[in-house]
């Protein structure tokens, strides 16, 4: 483990941190998202069946989790391959790959991207929300759970040698199922022997990222060293985001493109736009800047810029330019972009 302390971990090796460059820190670059497929609203079955066409792109990007075949993200590697270069090109130099055990990781095919594209890819270890634990997952306890998740990092994951950089993103729902609770808790155990970076997908409830964090705490988990995910989705209260910040985890607004009328996971969310999103990070810049994460959470096929969506560079090529014009300087740009990122992915 002493090799690790500050290196980064990719799917072809250790790197200087310096070597990263601007980073996106929860992408998915190869999944399987049934886990979370929705019925289309009655009437639409026709354009579920069928939605990748022109007629159909606005009703997709509505209700992206009601096609079957959206879902699928691990079909369209040669377009991601694609999409990586054009990342390259628009300054980006790596990406943080959040799919983990239960939604089809796939080393091998993240270790030829990376080779493919010279994008640094860091892996994920670890294990995501409850409904796509095994009965073997849900069977292990908290030290199996650990030595699993500690072994993903040291040796390689999915019987190969391909090592992972950071553990997640951890899955939870909300409630926080037993399961859940397990996976948490053999996470803080695991960071606490690895000095890791680690990322979490919190339940769709407010109260969801505190209740995270207290058991990642009681367990001697590394608040400091730890993401909370998909803030643009759960927190919308400025006091209570302001309250949890105080918590000193990062926090990542990772939904940069997502713009709907109606969350599906949770009616009771309005989903904030790409403006609100800029408008939250010039909020923070005072105080709260070095920790703040920025992303997309690319996990669906009509996101990708094959079928007209925005694809990886949209925060590069369009965020970016918005955020200079809303107050926040090129230097905290970098900040949010490069140092932020650089800090949470170096191995203590």
Same mark, same amino acid.
């Given at each position: 483990m002493a090799e690790l302390t500050g290196k980064v971990q990719t799917v072809l090796g250790l790197v200087n941190p310096d070597q990263l460059g601007r980073t996106m820190t929860h992408e998915h670059l190869t999944m399987t998202? $049934?886990?979370?497929?929705? @019925? @289309?609203p009655p009437g639409d079955e026709a354009v579920a069946e069928n939605p990748f066409q022109m007629q159909h792109m606005y009703w997709l990007r509505q209700n992206p989790y009601s096609c079957r075949e959206n879902?699928?993200?691990?079909?369209?590697?040669?377009?991601?391959? &694609? $999409?990586?270069?054009?990342?390259?090109k628009a300054g980006g130099g790596t990406i943080v790959e959040n799919t983990t055990t239960g939604i089809s990781r796939d080393l091998p095919t993240l270790k030829q991207l990376a080779k493919d594209t010279e994008v640094h890819i860091i892996a994920g270890a670890g294990y995501y929300v409850d409904c796509t634990?095994?009965?073997?997952?849900?069977?292990?306890?908290?030290?199996?759970?650990? &030595?699993?998740?500690?072994?993903?990092?040291?040796?390689?994951? &999915?019987?190969?040698d391909i090592r992972c950089g950071m553990i997640g993103e951890i899955g939870t729902g909300w409630p926080i199922?037993?399961?859940?609770?397990?996976?948490?808790?053999?996470?803080?155990?695991?960071?606490?022997?690895?000095?890791c970076p680690v990322i979490i997908h919190p339940g769709r409830n407010p109260a969801a990222p505190a209740e995270i964090v207290r058991i990642l705490q009681e367990a001697g988990g590394d608040i400091s060293k730890t993401v909370m995910s998909h803030m643009d989705?759960?927190?919308?209260?400025?006091?209570?985001?302001?309250?949890f910040a105080k918590l000193g985890s990062y926090l990542e607004y990772d939904l940069f493109g997502t713009e709907m009328l109606n969350y599906s996971f949770n009616l009771d969310v309005d989903m904030p736009s790409d403006c609100q999103r800029v408008k939250t990070c010039v909020s923070?810049?005072?105080?709260?800047? &070095?920790?703040?994460l920025i992303a997309h959470d690319i996990h669906t096929k009509n996101r990708l810029t094959k079928?007209?969506?925005?694809?990886?560079?949209?925060?590069?090529?369009?965020?970016? @330019?918005?955020?200079?014009t809303r107050g926040i300087s090129q230097p905290q740009v970098d900040k949010i972009l490069i140092d932020n990122p650089k800090r949470w992915l170096t191995f203590k």
């Amino acid at each position: 483990m002493a090799e690790l302390t500050g290196k980064v971990q990719t799917v072809l090796g250790l790197v200087n941190p310096d070597q990263l460059g601007r980073t996106m820190t929860h992408e998915h670059l190869t999944m399987t998202f $049934e886990c979370c497929y929705i @019925p @289309p609203p009655p009437g639409d079955e026709a354009v579920a069946e069928n939605p990748f066409q022109m007629q159909h792109m606005y009703w997709l990007r509505q209700n992206p989790y009601s096609c079957r075949e959206n879902l699928l993200l691990q079909q369209e590697t040669s377009a991601v391959r &694609d $999409e990586l270069l054009a990342y390259k090109k628009a300054g980006g130099g790596t990406i943080v790959e959040n799919t983990t055990t239960g939604i089809s990781r796939d080393l091998p095919t993240l270790k030829q991207l990376a080779k493919d594209t010279e994008v640094h890819i860091i892996a994920g270890a670890g294990y995501y929300v409850d409904c796509t634990h095994s009965e073997a997952t849900k069977e292990m306890s908290v030290e199996k759970l650990t &030595d699993s998740i500690v072994s993903e990092v040291l040796h390689g994951a &999915d019987g190969t040698d391909i090592r992972c950089g950071m553990i997640g993103e951890i899955g939870t729902g909300w409630p926080i199922t037993d399961s859940e609770t397990k996976v948490l808790k053999a996470t803080a155990h695991a960071q606490t022997q690895l000095g890791c970076p680690v990322i979490i997908h919190p339940g769709r409830n407010p109260a969801a990222p505190a209740e995270i964090v207290r058991i990642l705490q009681e367990a001697g988990g590394d608040i400091s060293k730890t993401v909370m995910s998909h803030m643009d989705r759960t927190i919308l209260n400025e006091t209570e985001l302001l309250e949890f910040a105080k918590l000193g985890s990062y926090l990542e607004y990772d939904l940069f493109g997502t713009e709907m009328l109606n969350y599906s996971f949770n009616l009771d969310v309005d989903m904030p736009s790409d403006c609100q999103r800029v408008k939250t990070c010039v909020s923070f810049r005072e105080g709260y800047e &070095d920790k703040i994460l920025i992303a997309h959470d690319i996990h669906t096929k009509n996101r990708l810029t094959k079928y007209g969506g925005h694809g990886y560079s949209h925060i590069l090529k369009n965020i970016v @330019p918005k955020m200079l014009t809303r107050g926040i300087s090129q230097p905290q740009v970098d900040k949010i972009l490069i140092d932020n990122p650089k800090r949470w992915l170096t191995f203590k």
